[in-house]
């Protein structure tokens, strides 16, 4: 008898790509006044929010109230989903 059970998380719901872009190494996203919440999903590259590895091709959820800064190791494809402000840094 198999007991093991996979859990596959409920879908989230949101709102269109507001931000699809590619960053070169060295730049750094930074994310604030996010509202309910936002999806961020690296499509190819190396990149880290806070020294926390962000994983390729599994998003990744920030909620209403977090300031976030993505920092791009090597040349990375970032699209992010949600209600928010950003600018990029060098």
Request: overall charge negative; some cysteine; glycine content about 6%.
């Amino acid at each position: 008898m198999d007991t093991d059970k996979k859990i596959t998380p409920l879908p989230v719901n949101m709102p269109n790509i507001v931000f699809d872009e590619t960053l070169n190494p060295g730049f750094e996203l930074r994310v604030d006044s996010i509202r309910s919440h936002i999806k961020v999903l690296v499509l190819n590259g190396l990149c880290e929010v806070f020294g926390r590895e962000l994983p390729v091709g599994e998003p990744v959820f920030f909620h209403a109230g977090e300031n976030i800064a993505i920092f791009c190791w090597k040349q990375t494809r970032i699209q992010i989903c949600g209600e928010f402000e950003q600018y990029v840094s060098e």
